[in-house]
């Protein structure tokens, strides 16, 4: 059953503290975006990987850190340095052809 | 600053009815467009693409583009209660590359009353 899988659905972080969300594909696709989606509005680009060790800094990537050690894995680290990182995060590949798909998200909330 | 462009909304439609939803983009080098549709608390879901000017139609969508005047929308025929949801316009400009890195609209919230 192949897909997007983003883990933990829910996520709290308390001020100060790194927090990492995890995406895993089974798809076999070579490139994984992480997108930010606040309360009524489109989804804005973080970080992105084409290849393996290999990643670029989409549009906001302040305040976070990502790896790419295995093709399957594409994790995202929400540093302290974040300010306002309340949101929900989506995770997403695409086919090499045309567009991308996305996971079921995880939703961070910072108390 | 490549900007994507949609009425938030709401746009209200009866059942049956036809939805126009709008969207137009600043970046002339953007070559992929697409239509998302996301209920509340999901994650998008793609509904159509189209790269050529013209319509391109599948089901009850069809995508309309113009590269021209730098406008794309998405019409939905025979609305139902299930077409209620945030319609996002998505575009791609990686010049045919990273088609996954796209450039989002805020969103237009649909909602077809019975």
């Known amino acids: 059953d192949g897909g997007i899988t983003q883990s933990p659905k829910y996520l709290f972080r308390k001020e100060g503290q790194n927090v990492t969300l995890s995406c895993e594909q089974n798809?076999?696709?070579?490139?994984m975006y992480w997108y930010r989606q606040d309360p009524g509005q489109g989804l804005r680009l973080i970080y992105y990987?084409?290849?393996?060790?290999?990643?670029q800094k989409g549009d906001i990537a302040e305040g976070y850190s990502v790896s790419r050690e295995k093709k399957e894995s594409f994790p995202l680290t929400v540093t302290s340095a974040q300010k306002n990182p309340t949101a929900f995060y989506l995770c997403?590949?695409?086919?090499?052809?045309?567009?991308?798909?996305f996971g079921q998200g995880t939703r961070l909330t910072v108390v | 600053q490549k900007e994507v462009e949609q009425n938030s909304g709401p746009l209200s439609v009866p059942e049956g009815a036809i939805a126009s939803l709008n969207c137009t983009y600043s970046?002339?080098?953007?070559?992929?467009f697409f239509w998302y549709r996301q209920y509340s608390g999901k994650s998008p879901e793609l509904i159509m693409f189209?790269?050529?000017?013209g319509d391109k139609e599948d089901g009850r969508f069809t995508a309309q583009l113009n590269k021209a005047s730098q406008y794309v929308s998405l019409l939905i025929r025979d609305s139902q209660p299930s077409d209620s949801a945030t319609y996002l316009c998505?575009?791609?400009?990686?010049?045919?590359?990273?088609?996954?890195?796209?450039?989002f609209g805020q969103g237009t919230i649909l909602t077809v009353h019975p």
């Open positions: 997403a590949t695409e086919t090499g052809v045309a567009e991308a798909f």
């Open positions: 798809l076999n696709h070579d490139a």
């Open positions: 990987s084409q290849i393996v060790n290999d990643f």
């Open positions: 970046d002339r080098g953007s070559q992929s």
């Open positions: 189209i790269y050529s000017n």
């Open positions: 998505a575009v791609n400009n990686a010049g045919g590359t990273s088609y996954g890195k796209l450039t």
